[in-house]
């Protein structure tokens, strides 16, 4: 399975739902299993900030197969990953927001949010990717 352009506007659109909801602005990347942009979308008034902030979420969710939550921890100064954040051209981010999307226990894209709290941009991705996972369900269970 990729992640096609109609997949990609689908999990925006469930992340933009959420975001929404919320009351709040974000900017919404999806990559491909190899980091790349497949679809992005600045809501109005979302951060411009935020834009390469999300894609580089995305990525580093791919790059490293883990939620960039995961993240925030390990990189503090005197933990196992200090300085993470500076490899890769900067691109790896260490805040929540980042989270992979996988099906069949391989990571084939994922999803970026930024334009507000951590755990703002983490619930706001989370409802992509849940969405995700209840589509891979039905596809597998016809």
Known sequence: MIISLALAKALLNE???QAISMGINEDIAIVD???NLIAFHR???AKIAGIDIA????WTSVALQIPT???VKAAQPGSPSFGINTTNQGRIVILGGGIPLIYQNKVIGGIGVSGATSAQDIEVA???VQAFQNMTYTWNNK
């Open 43 to 45: 809501m109005d008034n």
């Open 55 to 58: 894609i580089n979420k995305a």
């Open 33 to 35: 299993e190899g980091g």
């Open 126 to 128: 989370n409802a992509a």
């Open 15 to 17: 992340a933009e739902k």
């Open 69 to 71: 939550e995961n993240l």
